[in-house]
């Protein structure tokens, strides 16, 4: 049972929610790698918003600190890195018909999550609807994901840390390079 | 010993247990033994490949100078002659002592146990059961031997006419470099001649039926160098799987019925069934298909003719004498099921007899003296099968008895001129056909033991009076005649024609048939023995009668041809003339086939004694006409020889060619067979389907995967990626759909 | 709203998916599957707010390894581009065979 949301909040969701879903057609409709970065980012954003709307506080912030901040940077760094910011020389996308069975494929798949969304979808919420209420109310915001990730995920945590090692290390390694590369 | 003997339903042992009826089984494990030493033998000696010892050029025109040789020395005789030394077979002694031998004993063991039989009088049969052949569910079959009444009566006619036909063949086969091989499959054809009169039930028969059938095949083959006698080896072993099939179907559907196949039980639950029902009818038709194929009756009886391709007494054994009796055998023995269904023994009657008229209408125009024996036969089959078709067992089994003993004197006795002829053209180096009846002619003077046994034998077959055939075939007649009014059969209906009509319709054309049969044995013994000497003055000095050890058996055979008929006299003769013991082989066979018989002639009014006295009188006249006929019209002086012989036109043409049924089946049956399975069957499916489609095409097929897999690997990531996401699309649509 | 949210996941991850399909460049290619990472993201979040904060945990693992994952493929597409001057996948096809 979901509570009644008021209107201001509906808008605002929705608005958001268009925007992120327009976002990533124009993301994904860009040749030129820059564009499509640029765009990407502004998909992050909304995403954040939404985060936030649903009650994740820290994850949008991250979100925006993370993926917009320090992920996209590493790739707009690439992509000026490598020169590839001059769309002409590369026909980026595929053929007509290629863009066709793509399209129909993402139709597919469209359809079939949401099937399987309306059917497994389930009608009786089990928690309390004020549940991160509480939680919230009894820690605060970082404390509500700090609480169960050092206690009952320690571990996942743990290896994730040393996965963050191993591909700061493997970065760098595949980084350097024996030649030098001609410009 | 795993002997065990069963016990009666009474739970009172059996009169003949623990007398000498307990050694029945040796009465087939003595030629099985004399099978396996005589086989060990011919292979001891055969040397295997192009110059093969064992295999003469008998009858081919082209042979290497050794087989040419041996083929020389066959006829030499015992000292040879000036041209050529005789190469006997190595192991010829041991052989002629031990392939006759181990007949004879057994013929003297089985008059042991007919003693036995004859003091005791058992009721019941005597059934010795050695161990369960098949066991399976409900069915229960065990290898087991069943002796009474009707299957002494087979063993004795086997061993002993079988005896004396071995004895005949150390004499004819003397100088064949097969000697041994000849006697190892005569001696295993007497074994499964046993086994199938002696088995307790069907399948057990059937083990016999087949094996004989094997014999058959192997022993006119004998000479299976010339491809003629391989062929009709072949024909004879394919008609009579024919003839099988139906038996297995007879089998089949008894089982399924019954639930039970051997002949107690069976005969204990018959009476289970309808009477006249179309299952019991349909199980006698298959047995009967079963009969037509090994006894030669219509449509299965072209096997017979070729089978002459063998050796003599190969023929008067298997094909006269034995063998082809076991269909009249096999209708006896199940006389209980014959019995119930009258539309069943209406039409082996009728069969029996239209085979009789036709073989015997073929036979007045065949010019081979054996042929003529052959057809002989199949028209004197058709006769038993009259009998045992109108419910008249014991008569048929008469006939098959006194049939035996002439039919086999005259084959034998053709053999000793066949001998005589073959002799003769060897010495001269001819190449003319020594059994063709145009080349002989005039044989009484140099053959004449032969030629005074031969006319006791034609005498009899035609049916004068006092000898054997005389009563055995006017007992057929009569009771065809007796059953016409009153018996079960009588008031059937056979495909709309009421059975008393019936039955006197056959009864007209048996005597049609009577007549036949004297015109044409009359006719081969003028133009054999009587008339000019057309042989050729050359080889007439070579001419002779066999040597003693082949009269011999003639001579016995005659004499059994001349006193069979006392083996069952009917009582209207003995009421005029007291000749001896009445009908001795009723009351011996009346503990098997009474009942049946009781069952047809079951209100048939007892034919008067004039009326019967009359018929016998017919007949004689018809027998005596037909010699008398063939004498007055048959002229031997004009025969000319064969190769003078013009070529017959029309009718009579017709009638030489065997109607041309041969060709008939030829281009009905085989031709289209051989279309079918060369077009169809060999170029369509095997090549074509099982070759083209499953083999090369499973291949086709791992290739043609291997070919798509190979396409797969691009190296183009990109590509993979497409195929990911397919796949993961597929892996959902499974989900979403369920 | 969380029938609302998972919906949008659902055309995100879609766009993300034909994304993937329909470019050459590599590091578009990388993007779309960042994005992809996103909508899943959005996912757990949507499902947090009714089933307690483990969702939210689980975005935090689901950021951390798509950072570690974006800068070992960065580092391997400018090891490629050194050899092969060009990030367009139909060049890379070593594993052609």
Known sequence: MEPHYPLFYVFHFYLFGVIALASAIAFVTRKNPVTAALWLVNTMFSLAALYVMLDAQFIGVIQVLLYAGAIMVVFLFVVMLLNLGHPSELADLRGTGWRLAAGLVGLGLLSEIMVIIRAKLPQQLIVPRDFNDQQLQKLNAVGTIAAPLFKDYLLAFELTSVLLLVAIAGAVVLGRGRTVSAR | ?738 | MLAESLALTAALFTIGVVGVLIHRNAIIIFMCVELMLTAVNLTFVAFSRFYGTAGQVFVVFVMTVSAAEAAVGLAIIIAIFRHRQTVDLKNINLLKG
């Open chain 2, 1 to 738: 010993m795993f002997l065990q003997t069963a016990v009666s339903a009474a739970a009172v042992a059996h009169p003949l247990s623990g007398t000498i009826a307990e050694w029945v089984w040796l009465l087939p494990v003595l030629p099985l033994a004399g099978f396996v030493i005589n086989g060990l033998l011919s292979l001891n000696s055969a040397h295997f490949g192009p110059a093969d010892p064992n295999v003469p050029d008998h009858h081919s025109s082209e042979g290497g100078a050794e087989a040419l040789a041996i083929a020389h020395a066959e006829e030499a005789g015992e000292a040879g002659d000036k041209h050529h030394a005789v190469k006997r077979h190595r192991w010829a002694g041991v052989v002629s002592v031990v392939g006759p031998g181990v007949l004879i004993l057994s013929f003297l063991l089985a008059l042991g146990i007919w003693q036995a039989m004859a003091a005791t009088h058992p009721e019941a049969p005597f059934i010795q059961r050695y161990f369960s052949w098949m066991p399976a569910g409900d069915l229960q079959i065990d290898a087991a031997l069943q002796l009474d009444q009707l299957s002494m009566v087979m063993i004795l006619v086997v061993t002993g006419v079988g005896a004396l036909i071995h004895v005949f063949s150390v004499g004819y086969m003397r100088d064949d470099p097969g000697y041994p091989r000849y006697f190892s499959y005569l001696n295993l054809f007497v074994f499964f001649m046993l086994v199938l009169v002696l088995g307790a039930n069907y399948p057990v028969l059937f083990v016999g039926w087949e094996g004989v059938g094997l014999c058959s095949y192997l022993l006119i083959g004998f000479w299976f160098n010339d491809k003629v006698n391989a062929d009709a080896g072949k024909k004879a072993f394919i008609l009579n799987r024919i003839g099988d099939f139906g038996f297995l179907v007879a089998m089949f559907m008894l089982f399924a019925n019954i639930g039970v196949l051997d002949f107690i039980g069976v005969s204990a639950k018959a009476g289970d069934l309808v009477a006249g029902s179309p299952l019991i009818t349909a199980i006698c038709l298959f047995m009967f298909l079963g009969c037509t194929g090994k006894s030669a009756q219509i449509p299965l009886y072209v096997w017979l003719p070729d089978a002459m391709a063998g050796p003599t007494p190969v023929s008067a054994l298997i094909h006269a004498a034995t063998m082809v009796t076991a269909g009249v055998y096999l209708i006896a023995r199940s006389s209980f099921l014959f019995s119930l269904s009258p539309v069943a023994s209406l039409t082996v009657a009728v069969v029996g007899v239209i085979t009789a008229i036709f073989a015997a209408t073929i036979g007045l125009k065949q010019w081979d003296i054996k042929k003529v024996l052959a057809y002989s036969t199949i028209s004197q089959l058709g006769y038993m099968f009259v009998g045992v078709g109108v419910g008249a067992y014991v008569s048929g089994m008469f006939h098959l008895v006194t049939h035996s003993f002439f039919k086999a004197l005259l084959f034998l006795g053709s053999g000793s001129v066949i001998h005589a002829m073959h002799a003769a053209y060897h010495q001269t180096h001819s190449a003319e056909d020594a059994q063709d009846m145009r080349n002989m002619g005039g044989l009484r003077r140099y053959l004449p033991i032969t030629f005074v046994l031969m006319w006791i034998a034609t005498l009899a077959i035609s049916g004068i009076p006092l000898l054997s055939g005389f009563f055995s075939k006017d007992e057929i007649l009569a009771s065809v005649f007796a059953r016409a009014h009153g018996s079960t059969l009588a008031s059937a209906s056979w495909l709309g024609i009421p059975g008393g009509t019936l039955l006197y319709v056959i009864y007209g054309i048996g005597l049609a048939a009577a007549f036949l049969t004297a015109i044409y044995m009359t006719r081969l013994m003028l133009y054999t023995f009587h008339g000019p000497v057309r042989t050729g003055t050359q080889e007439e000095q070579h001419l002779h009668e066999p040597p003693w050890i082949m009269t011999s058996t003639l001579v016995i055979l005659g004499i059994l041809t001349v006193f069979g008929g006392w083996l069952n006299l009917p009582e209207v003769i003995t009421d005029v003339v007291p000749l001896g013991p009445l009908e001795l082989l009723t009351h011996w066979l009346d503990p098997v086939v009474g009942p049946a018989t009781a069952r047809i002639t079951a209100g048939a009014a007892q034919v008067p004694a004039t009326t019967e006295q009359a018929l016998i009188g017919a007949a004689v006249v018809i027998a005596v006409a037909g010699i008398v006929f063939a004498i007055a019209r048959l002229k031997p002086d004009r025969v000319p020889r064969k190769r003078d012989a013009v070529p017959e036109e029309g009718f009579e043409r017709l009638v030489a060619n065997k109607y041309y049924v041969d060709e008939a089946l030829d281009q009905t049956i085989v031709i289209p067979t051989y279309a079918v399975s060369r077009n169809f069957l060999w170029r369509f499916v095997d090549n074509g389907l099982i070759d083209g489609l499953f083999v090369n095409g499973s291949a086709a097929l791992a290739r043609g995967f291997g070919w798509v897999g190979s396409r797969l690997q691009t190296g183009n990531v990109g590509i993979y990626a497409w195929v990911l996401v397919v796949g993961v699309l597929a892996m959902l649509g499974a989900f979403t759909l369920r």
